[in-house]
């Protein structure tokens, strides 16, 4: 009785093992999904600019000759500035480009932080992490923002 308790035990603990693994992996494969949807809305910035104001914003928008155009980088704007920056609009639709528009306006205000003296970006003094390829590795850097 005494050998067959030890081996029960021994079972259960394999198979908690075998679960903190599974979620472990399960956890690591989603951060590194996160991680890969962060870098392609990079991307889509990096392509289109990342607009900052809202006269930026208008004139951005007249550069396109189509309204497909004109939604893609009005997607890539508020995809960006919603899952890396973490800046979500009160107003969700995202169907017409002239609604995208005033959602994407106001994030633009919304991340410009007012003090009584001094108006900066809601990034400056924040730490952010940069991940470069060298040697066909991936290198992590931590930095600080200073300025916009």
């Given at each position: 009785m005494r050998q067959k308790?030890?081996?029960?035990?021994?079972e259960i603990e394999k198979r908690r093992q075998i679960k903190v693994q599974e979620q472990i992996r399960g956890k690591e494969s989603a951060r590194v999904e996160k991680l890969r949807q962060q870098e392609m809305y990079t991307q889509d910035i990096i392509y289109h600019g990342l607009w900052q104001s809202e006269f930026e914003v208008d004139n951005m928008i007249l550069t396109y000759q189509k309204t497909s155009?004109?939604?893609?980088?009005?997607?890539?704007?508020l995809r960006f500035r919603n899952n890396v920056l973490q800046?979500?609009?009160e107003d969700k639709q995202y169907l017409k480009v002239?609604?995208?528009t005033e959602n994407l306006k106001e994030l633009v205000k919304q991340a410009v932080v007012?003090?009584?003296?001094?108006?900066?970006?809601i990034l400056v003094e924040k730490r952010v992490r940069h991940r470069f390829l060298e040697d066909d590795k991936d290198v992590w850097y931590t930095g600080k923002v200073i300025s916009q």
């Open positions: 308790y030890k081996n029960s035990l021994i155009e004109k939604f893609n980088a009005m997607k890539a704007q800046q979500v609009p002239e609604e995208q007012k003090d009584d003296v001094i108006t900066k970006h």
